[in-house]
């Protein structure tokens, strides 16, 4: 594992942002839906394509909160342009859990 400096970890925008959108993504290689997460003012809302199909429907993903990485480079996913990642971590099965709040926080809120 590589060490690295705080300075390297705050570069990186891990912000809270609330699911607003979720539509089937059928164009992707890999079930997924195509998400519109709502940062905040600041932010604003952001797409981001997520192989979380396994383990969410769309009801459920609909006002959840989710942690996600606002400063990586737009990345063309198939015929969709990717804002943002939003983080998981992958179970033994594959399936990718959502990394979420257990309280309310504001759109746009940071990790730090």
Excluded at 59 to 76: E, I, R, S, Y
Excluded at 80 to 87: G, I, N, R, Y
Aim: glycine share 8%.
């Amino acid at each position: 594992m590589e060490t690295i400096s705080w300075q390297d970890f705050a570069k990186v925008e891990l912000r809270v942002g609330t699911i607003i959108a979720v539509d089937d993504f059928p164009q992707a290689h890999k079930p997924a839906y195509k998400l519109q997460v709502d940062f905040g003012s600041d932010i604003g809302i952001k797409k981001s394509s997520a192989q979380i199909t396994s383990l969410y429907s769309k009801a459920q993903l609909l006002g959840k909160q989710v942690m996600a990485v606002v400063n990586f480079p737009v990345k063309q996913i198939g015929p969709m342009q990717s804002e943002c990642l939003v983080t998981g971590f992958a179970r033994e099965d594959g399936a990718i859990v959502l990394v979420t709040v257990d309280s309310q926080v504001p759109n746009g809120a940071k990790l730090g």
